[in-house]
């Protein structure tokens, strides 16, 4: 029942921009840290961004200044807007919702992010 699922990937080229969105089912999403992650081919995940239940944000050296996470608890969305893309930034994007009282991550199915000329 409870469900996290990103939408929005897609195929942009060098310097295009791209919003994705994650909407959850099954939680009450006002509680949970949110965060997007990335997994690139034959690479490790890692962290992109996260924003707290106060609307703390944090982002990854490589992403400041060209994304920005948002959330919209009303909506149980959780949003991230990408500009100026770089090809390195393909990778699969996943939207993960973490409760610290359980120490408990759900992941989405994740959507793909295909920067290329």
């Known amino acids: 029942q409870v469900q996290l699922v990103e939408s929005g990937g897609g195929l942009v080229q060098p310097g295009g921009s791209l919003k994705l969105s994650c909407r959850s089912s099954g939680i009450m999403s006002s509680i949970y840290n949110m965060g997007w992650y990335r997994q690139a081919p034959g690479k490790d995940r890692e962290w992109v961004a996260v924003?707290?239940?106060?609307?703390?944000?944090k982002y990854t050296d490589s992403v400041k200044g060209r994304f920005t996470i948002s959330r919209d608890n009303r909506k149980n969305t959780v949003s991230l807007q990408m500009n100026s893309l770089q090809r390195e930034d393909t990778a699969i994007y996943y939207c993960?919702?973490?409760?610290?009282?359980?120490?408990?991550?759900?992941w989405g199915q994740g959507t793909q992010v295909t920067v290329s000329s």
């Open positions: 993960c919702a973490y409760l610290p009282k359980t120490d408990n991550y759900i």
């Open positions: 924003i707290g239940t106060g609307n703390l944000i």
